[in-house]
């Protein structure tokens, strides 16, 4: 059997047997991969803090009938330490691994691969608020996968904007005579900070008001959630967590 190379963000971890552990991976060349780290577990382990998750590697594996299995696995980006030991970083950056992992295999391209690397690496660095990239990270993501919300014309009918509604099941900003009976309204500053999220404008991001940074948050969850069919789990401690109260 063959081995091969590559870059990966590690998503999430489980146990096997008393020593390994299974390894879900996002790749850069290789989509999602998910292989034997043997023996990772014991305190002799060469590479075990590596393949944590949010660490970034390059590693050598080995291509089995069912699992491969790592060989290697070098530090790209130390990632991890830094996000643990801040509850909001921890908490977005759950959110961010939870929703990469529900990509499908054809959504897992090499640009998914770097908005996750990037995304992790502003989080460890606290570069801006941890929600923020959360939110602008599930924007672009969502856009990678072929799901960008409309933020300009309306997204059922095309009208010209700006609109004043959005509706996640709808596809994002609303006219309205598309907009459901007992749409809530998106006040003009959070719609303009939607459009910043997704284009990473940060300074303008940096300066919205925590009323505008809270609201759009809920948006963003609402509409990753739905095209994603399942909860991100993640995200209830994200809105609980102690950096939104402190906004």
């Not at 950056?93 to 990037?118: C, F, I, W």
């Not at 941890?130 to 409309?150: Q, V």
């Not at 809530?184 to 990473?200: K, Y």
Request: hydrophobic share 40%.
């Amino acid at each position: 059997m063959p081995t091969y190379r590559d870059e990966v963000v590690v998503l999430r971890t489980h146990k096997l047997g008393e020593a390994d552990r299974i390894v879900t991976m996002l790749s850069r060349r290789h989509g999602k991969l998910r292989a034997v780290a043997k023996g990772v577990r014991r305190t002799s382990s060469r590479f075990g803090s590596r393949l944590e998750p949010f660490m970034v590697a390059d590693v050598l594996l080995y291509q089995g009938r069912s699992l491969d299995i790592v060989q290697q696995a070098e530090s790209l980006g130390t990632y991890g330490a830094d996000i643990a030991v801040h509850y909001d970083r921890y908490t977005s950056a759950s959110a961010m691994v939870e929703a990469a992992d529900r990509l499908n295999e054809a959504e897992a391209t090499p640009q998914q691969y770097l908005l996750l690397v990037g995304g992790l690496r502003a989080l460890a660095k606290g570069e801006h608020a941890s929600r923020s990239i959360l939110d602008s990270y599930l924007l672009r993501a969502m856009a990678l996968s072929g799901w960008a919300p409309g933020l300009d014309d309306c997204a059922r009918c095309g009208a010209p904007g700006p609109h004043e509604t959005f509706v996640a099941q709808l596809g994002g900003m609303i006219c309205r005579d598309c907009a459901p009976a007992g749409s809530a309204r998106v006040a003009p500053e959070a719609a303009v900070l939607l459009q910043s999220l997704m284009a990473g404008e940060w300074d303008a991001v940096d300066a919205a008001s925590p009323r505008d940074t809270a609201s759009v948050s809920g948006l963003i969850a609402a509409y990753a959630q739905w095209h994603l069919e399942r909860g991100i789990r993640s995200l209830s401690h994200v809105e609980s967590s102690p950096w939104e109260a402190a906004r």
